[in-house]
């Protein structure tokens, strides 16, 4: 599996599809209302200070996520997403691990995210199993069943 940090057209051009593919697999009351427009031009909306992730399995794209600067302690985890042919295989824990690397590369203190634990149950247990935790939420949430998670980034060694 290969992991990496999208930084050419052709990548932001992969992240683009699996995102669009993510939106479309999301539960209708999830979905993004400015995902289309986002994702028109992928790498100046994920481009830094922002960052997009790629996962890629005997060259085949296998998920996404990205990872938005909030403020100078704290990231977001946003769209996070695995392939249905790729699921069950280590992908979405792999791009985790890889936006957290890189949000201590870059020396925030906390990575957060929302979630729908109810909706989303395989991605709220994979937060759990990194050591995420519930936390108050960042921004105003605007759908039924929103839990927002932390990950304490000081003093904490990379996985």
Do not use: W
């Amino acid at each position: 599996m290969d992991v990496r940090l999208a930084q050419t057209p052709a990548d932001y051009a992969t992240f683009a599809a699996l995102a669009t593919d993510y939106e479309q697999d999301l539960p209708p009351q999830l979905r993004h209302t400015d995902a289309a427009e986002q994702l028109r031009d992928p790498a100046a909306i994920f481009g830094p200070p922002n960052a997009a992730f790629i996962a890629a399995i005997d060259d085949r794209p296998a998920g996404c996520i990205a990872m938005f600067h909030h403020d100078a302690q704290t990231a977001i985890i946003r769209r996070l997403y695995v392939a249905h042919a790729f699921r069950g295989h280590g992908v979405g824990r792999a791009l985790v691990t890889a936006v957290i690397a890189e949000a201590t590369k870059r020396s925030y203190e906390r990575l957060t995210l929302d979630t729908d634990p109810t909706l989303l149950e395989s991605a709220y247990r994979l937060y759990l199993s990194l050591g995420f935790e519930d936390c108050e939420p960042y921004a105003p949430m605007h759908y039924e069943h929103a839990v927002c998670m932390q990950l304490r980034l000081r003093g904490r060694h990379t996985p």
